[in-house]
Structures are given as C-alpha cells and as structure tokens.
Nanobody
Framework: QVQLVESGGGLVQPGGSLRLSCTAS????????VTWFRQAPGKEREAVST????????FYTDSVKGRFTISGDNGKNTVYLQMNDLKPEETAVYYC?????????????????????WGQGTQVTVSS
C-alpha cells in the first residue's frame, strides 16, 4: 500500500522559515517525480516545486524562486521543501504528490492529474 505523509507545517511569522517533509512508504521516491502543491482557502491548487532525482532536475514556480528549495534524502525515502522568507499569502495546505518518471517533465509538472499518489496535506500559516 502506497502512503505519503507530510509533516513540518505550522504557524510562522512573515519572513520566517519552515521545512516540510514528505515521507513515502510502498514506493521509492528516488525513482519518481515528487511535487509540492499548495491550496489556500477559496483558491485553486497551485504547483510549487518539483524534483526528479533520477533525471537530475528541480523546478519552481516563479513566486518561490530564490526562497524555496526542494531536496531529497534517499536513505529516508523523503523529499523536503525548505521555505524561507515566507509571506502571509502563502498560507495554505501544502501537499506532496508523486508521479511516474516522465520525459519532458518540465512541460507537465504543474498538472495535478499527472500525479497518482497524494499525501493528506500539512497546514502552513504565515501570520504575525
């Protein structure tokens, strides 16, 4: 049985940092693409960042470039999202999802339908 579990969310002040974790069981994240999405109340789900370690690339949505870093730990079958300089508008539920390794992933990574396993989400609240 495949399971993705996110952790690391919480309340942080504007400008602060959090590190989210996505730990998998039942499959190897090393061989797949892993994407972080977020969804704020009343808004559509948004792709934030993706990593494909087997293919050797990462991508970020423009609004988080230079502030967020996605990385993986093969030994723990975990993908992280380090988030720095957080803004109030980034308050959302953050989800990790995984997709099969796909050629030209840069063209597809923001498409949630390409991801076949999802975690339950972790709440991130940025507020003073």
């Amino acid at each position: 049985q495949v399971q993705l579990v996110e952790s690391g969310g919480g309340l942080v002040q504007p400008g602060g940092s959090l590190r989210l974790s996505c730990t998998a069981s039942g499959l190897s994240l090393r061989a797949r693409a892993v994407t972080w999405f977020r969804q704020a109340p009343g808004k559509e789900r948004e792709a934030v960042s993706t990593i494909s370690r087997s293919q050797g690339f990462t991508f970020y949505t423009d609004s988080v470039k230079g502030r967020f870093t996605i990385s993986g730990d093969n030994g723990k079958n975990t993908v992280y999202l380090q988030m720095n300089d957080l803004k109030p508008e980034e308050t959302a539920v953050y989800y990790c999802a995984t997709a099969p390794r796909t050629a030209t992933w840069e063209a597809y990574w923001m498409d949630s339908d390409r991801h076949n396993y999802w975690g339950q989400g972790t709440q991130v609240t940025v507020s003073s």
